[in-house]
């Protein structure tokens, strides 16, 4: 896909990140969480959500023009609510890597949203960006025993993998805090699961920690969700 705009500038920082200026290099998401808002009709996501990936082709020449143009210093997030920017077609892809490269020419705060181990690969960039302007690290963690996980996750990185990515970037001197969202009511909202994820995320010393609920929207989202 030929995209024809790579930076959304919002009227207001974001809820979660803070950020007035966000991107994604992708539509749609291969790791298939049963519970994805990304799902609903809402967001006009055509065909099937995890396997007809776009791949705006062209982002990073076109983030690079926008960027000069920017008038505000202000955090920019990489990610959305419908997609993941290190899903496994990144691998060959490399449309993140290429934006990291050039976002490291400038000094704006950057902050990644992923669930994917696959963001350990660039942790160089990570690191230069965070000498510049700042980085921060979102990572999506809210089952503690990989057995649940994989029934509702079922293409992402393991528990454990996520644990050590947190580790490593946290060893590295880069910021990294946990989106526990979202809780399912009566399977990882309980008492155990969340206990659990706090021990160990303490022990790693992450950041800070952002909970949410389960969002079921009508229509596909609501029903695959039930299923």
Not at 32 to 50: H, P, Q, S, T
Not at 76 to 93: A, C, H, L, M, N
Not at 174 to 189: E, K, T
């Amino acid at each position: 896909m030929i995209c024809k705009k790579a930076i959304r500038k919002n009227l207001y920082a974001d809820a979660f990140t803070l950020s007035m200026y966000s991107f994604s290099p992708y539509h749609a998401c291969e790791h298939g969480c049963i519970y994805c808002d990304g799902r609903a009709d809402k967001y006009y996501v055509e065909g099937e959500f995890d396997k007809d990936i776009v791949i705006r082709q062209n982002l990073p020449k076109l983030l690079e023009v926008e960027l000069t143009k920017l008038r505000e210093n202000a955090p920019i997030s990489i990610g959305s609510g419908v997609t993941d920017v290190y899903q496994p077609v990144e691998r060959e892809e490399k449309l993140m890597r290429n934006c990291l490269e050039i976002l490291g020419r400038y000094n704006y705060p950057v902050h990644l949203l992923t669930k994917s181990p696959i963001v350990l690969r660039d942790l160089d960039l990570f690191k230069q960006l965070h000498s510049k302007g700042g980085f921060t690290l979102f990572i999506s963690l809210t089952f503690s025993e990989d057995e649940v996980r994989k029934i509702f996750e079922p293409k992402t990185g393991s528990v454990r993998e996520r644990l050590e990515t947190i580790r490593f970037f946290k060893k590295n001197g880069l910021r990294v805090g946990v989106l526990l969202m979202p809780l399912l009511p009566w399977i990882s909202d309980t008492e155990k699961n969340i206990t659990k994820l706090l021990v160990e995320l303490k022990e790693l010393e992450v950041d800070f920690i952002i909970p949410g609920s389960l969002t079921l929207r009508p229509g596909r989202q609501k029903e695959l969700y039930f299923q």
